[in-house]
């Protein structure tokens, strides 16, 4: 499958922004999907995962109500909204497929990525 992020842009701490995340090549609901974000100097780090359905979502500690992952499998597409930014969300944030059942958040196990969206959160 690919995976093509957008939505990312400079914005100030405290609004909302919404990511997406359009898959090609395969129907999305065969895979769980996450996004991960990438800050200069830093590991990519977990942020969010959704199961096939829709139905199930995990979080990473920094974003847990503040973020909001969800799907339409009808458009192929994954979003991610986030709420309340802060400037340490200033990162490359990346789109990624895995297998229909992983409950992974480690990037490795992710197979397929999308080329990042840059988010910029100035104070």
């Known amino acids: 499958v690919q995976l093509q992020a957008s939505g990312g842009g400079l914005v100030q701490a405290g609004v909302s922004l919404r990511l997406s995340c359009a898959a090609s090549?395969?129907?999305?609901?065969?895979?769980?999907m996450g996004w991960f974000r990438q800050a200069p100097g830093k590991e990519r780090e977990f942020v969010a995962r959704?199961?096939?359905?829709?139905?199930?979502?995990y979080y990473g500690d920094s974003v847990k109500g503040r973020f909001t992952i969800s799907r339409d499998n009808a458009k192929n597409t994954v979003y991610l909204i986030m709420n309340s930014l802060k400037p340490e969300g200033t990162a490359v944030y990346y789109c990624?497929?895995?297998?229909?059942?992983?409950?992974?958040?480690?990037?490795?196990?992710?197979?397929?990525w999308g080329q990042g969206t840059l988010v910029t959160v100035s104070s």
């Open positions: 959704i199961n096939w359905s829709g139905f199930v979502t």
């Open positions: 990624a497929a895995t297998d229909w059942g992983r409950t992974s958040v480690d990037p490795a196990d992710f197979g397929s």
């Open positions: 090549g395969r129907t999305l609901s065969s895979y769980t």
